[in-house]
């Protein structure tokens, strides 16, 4: 890595931290200063310890030193999903083919499942194909699906993999990746990310339930979601997954009307500016006969 201790010293500067602040309890002043002259390279776990008092996560660092290799996932995910939302053809064509080119510059895997989940939903969207012509929905999402069920043990990335590609799969596939969560973690399960991914794939999916009439399904991970939203104490995600549960407990019982909790959360989310999370739910309510 070329100029790293370049942009170490710069965002230092820019935090307005001295050199001692950094190096004290981790290295000596010289080592550090040569550190910052871009003449040595630390150790890893030193590394770690230097962006510990950055306030800096490796993906940051790594982002911002050379954006072009290393562009910051969250950002790339959270820009398809603009794209997506607007459906811009154009945007998301050029999306495609920047993730395509990240891989074949890189050979990293995560560009490939970013490539994918875009074509993927460039076919959901304008009902053609993009790049790869030939494949349908299914044989696009495979390889995927195959990553998520061959990996023994899911780390925070199969868990964002799996929420950023979960409307691509059918609803039944959808279902048995999720299913799969209590047995493919085990150390991460009480980090704070890792209870903020799980509450957005348990939300996510019991809403894609909601879409496909699957009251039973809907009903028990709208459970959960709102088990996972207590817990965290998350407003949004609270509202959302206690709406999701009682649409699908209303369908289940066959009422004909949305019961006055139900309205009231509508109505708690108009009051804070969801205006296109309510007109979503508009959608699911007439497609349910309830009003």
């Not at 959901?124 to 990553?147: A, D, G, Q, R, V």
Request: hydrophobic share 40%.
């Amino acid at each position: 890595m070329k100029n790293y201790g370049t942009l170490i010293k710069k965002i230092r500067m820019e935090k307005g931290l001295s050199q001692k602040d950094i190096y004290e309890g981790i290295m000596t002043r010289q080592t550090y200063y040569l550190i910052e002259s871009n003449v040595s390279m630390p150790s890893f776990d030193k590394f770690l310890l230097i962006l510990e008092k950055l306030f800096l996560s490796i993906d940051e660092f790594l982002s911002l030193l050379n954006p072009t290799i290393f562009p910051n996932e969250k950002l790339l995910y959270q820009e398809l999903a603009e794209l997506t939302f607007n459906k811009d053809k154009n945007g998301l064509y050029l999306f495609i083919k920047n993730a395509l080119r990240l891989y074949k510059e890189t050979e990293n895997k995560k560009y490939w499942h970013l490539q994918l989940i875009a074509e993927s939903m460039f076919r959901i969207h304008f009902e053609e194909p993009c790049l790869s012509e030939t494949k349908s929905l299914e044989e696009l999402m495979l390889p995927i699906k195959k990553y998520l069920i061959g990996i023994e043990t899911w780390h925070v990335y199969e868990l964002k993999l799996l929420n950023n590609s979960l409307y691509c799969f059918t609803l039944d596939e959808a279902i048995s990746l999720v299913t799969l969560i209590g047995s493919k973690i085990e150390t991460l399960t009480y980090t704070a990310e890792f209870q903020d991914v799980k509450l957005r794939i348990y939300l996510n999916l019991s809403f894609l339930c909601l879409k496909h009439q699957n009251y039973s399904a809907a009903l028990h991970f709208s459970a959960l979601a709102k088990e996972s939203a207590q817990i965290n104490y998350r407003l949004f995600e609270r509202i959302v997954s206690e709406l999701n549960y009682e649409i699908a407990r209303s369908s289940i019982e066959k009422h004909d009307c949305l019961s006055p909790k139900a309205n009231q959360l509508i109505q708690l989310l108009q009051s804070l500016d969801f205006i296109e999370t309510v007109k979503e739910y508009q959608e699911i309510l007439e497609e349910n006969h309830l009003y």
